[in-house]
C-alpha cells in the first residue's frame, strides 16, 4: 500500500469502528475519545490541509540550497583537480536551476497572493534571481549553459563561465529586458560560479521572508486549532479527528509534530504563536 507522507486521512482498522459522531482520539489524554462539533471538526480539516501545504512548501527549501552547494562543492573540489566534465558540471547546474523553478512554480501557485509582491522584489534587486530565472528558459530550448572552464592553479581557484553573447541572441529565450541589461553590462563572459555562491546566500534570505509573509495567516490556523484541542502537550502528537462522513481520520498530531521538526532543523519557528499565547 503505497503512504503519503503528507496524507490528511489515515486508516484507524477497527479500532474506532463503532464510534460515531465527531470526536478526537488522543491516546493516554484526557482527550482521547472526546466528542466535537461538526464546525470544529471542518476548522481542523480545513487548518491541517494547510499545514500540509506548508510542510510541501518547506521542503522545496533544501532541495535548492543542497543543489547549489552541491554545485559549487564540485567546483570548489573536483574541478580543482583539472578534471574539466562539462557534462557533470551542466548537470549540477541544470538540477539546481530547475529546483529553483520548481520553488518558484510551487510558491506562485499556492501563495500567489503573498509571493506575487515579494518575487517582483527578489527579481528587480537581486541579479542572481534574475539569471537563474531566466537561464532555465535558455537551457531548455538552446544548448547547456557552462561552456568554459578556468582554471588558475597559483589561487587555487577555478570558475565556469556563460558566454554573454549566447545568452543576448533573440532567440534565446531570454526576457528581453534581460537581455539588454546582459548588453549593457559590457562583458564577454559571466561567472556561474560567482553567481552560484552568492545565490547560496541570498536564497535563504528570499526563503525567510517568504516565511515571514505566510506566518501570519500561519498563526492564526494554529490557534484556531489549539482553541479546540490544546497543542503544547506532549501527548498531542498522537491527535487524530474523524468524521462519521470519511473513512479515514484528520492526523493533525502528526503534522504539527513535523512543523516544530522542521522549525528545529531550519532554525524557524512555526509555532511561535504557541508560546506566545501561553
Given at each position: 500500500m503505497k503512504l503519503d507522507k503528507y496524507a490528511?486521512?489515515?486508516?484507524r482498522g477497527e479500532i474506532m469502528a463503532n464510534r460515531t459522531g465527531y470526536y478526537i482520539s488522543c491516546f493516554k489524554s484526557i482527550y482521547d475519545n472526546k466528542s466535537i462539533t461538526e464546525t470544529e471538526f471542518r476548522i481542523i480539516e480545513d487548518k491541517s490541509s494547510k499545514i500540509v501545504k506548508l510542510l510541501k512548501?518547506?521542503?522545496?527549501?533544501?532541495?535548492?540550497?543542497?543543489?547549489?552547494q552541491e554545485f559549487n562543492r564540485y567546483c570548489e573540489t573536483t574541478l580543482q583537480k583539472r578534471d574539466n566534465d562539462f557534462?557533470?558540471?551542466?548537470?549540477l547546474f541544470s538540477n539546481l536551476v530547475n529546483s529553483f523553478y520548481m520553488w518558484i512554480g510551487y510558491n506562485e501557485r499556492h501563495y500567489d497572493t503573498v509571493f506575487k509582491e515579494l518575487k517582483g522584489g527578489f527579481y528587480d534587486t537581486d541579479f542572481c534571481y534574475r539569471f537563474l530565472y531566466n537561464i532555465r528558459t535558455y537551457t531548455a530550448h538552446n544548448t547547456l549553459p557552462?561552456?568554459?572552464?578556468?582554471?588558475?592553479?597559483?589561487k587555487c581557484k577555478v570558475d565556469v563561465f556563460t558566454k554573454v553573447t549566447d545568452l543576448t541572441e533573440k532567440d534565446?529565450?531570454?526576457?528581453?529586458?534581460?537581455?539588454?541589461?546582459?548588453?549593457?553590462?559590457n562583458i564577454e563572459n559571466i561567472n556561474?560560479?560567482?553567481?552560484?555562491s552568492d545565490f547560496s546566500t541570498d536564497f535563504g534570505k528570499w526563503q525567510?521572508?517568504?516565511?515571514?509573509?505566510?506566518?501570519?495567516?500561519?498563526?492564526?490556523d494554529i490557534m484556531a486549532i489549539n482553541r479546540i484541542i490544546p497543542i503544547s502537550t506532549p501527548w498531542f502528537v498522537n491527535t487524530y479527528v474523524y468524521s462519521p462522513n470519511k473513512e479515514g481520520s484528520v492526523p493533525i498530531g502528526h503534522q504539527?509534530?513535523?512543523?516544530?521538526?522542521?522549525?528545529?532543523l531550519y532554525n524557524y519557528n512555526f509555532l511561535s504563536c504557541l508560546s506566545q499565547n501561553i
Open positions: 490528511l486521512k489515515v486508516d512548501e518547506i521542503d522545496y527549501y533544501p532541495l535548492v540550497l543542497m543543489n547549489c557534462t557533470n558540471i551542466n548537470r557552462i561552456t568554459l572552464i578556468s582554471t588558475d592553479i597559483l534565446s529565450g531570454i526576457n528581453k529586458k534581460f537581455r539588454d541589461e546582459l548588453i549593457k553590462m556561474i560560479f560567482n553567481v552560484t525567510i521572508d517568504l516565511w515571514n509573509a505566510i506566518k501570519p495567516a500561519l498563526d492564526s504539527i509534530k513535523e512543523l516544530a521538526d522542521k522549525s528545529r
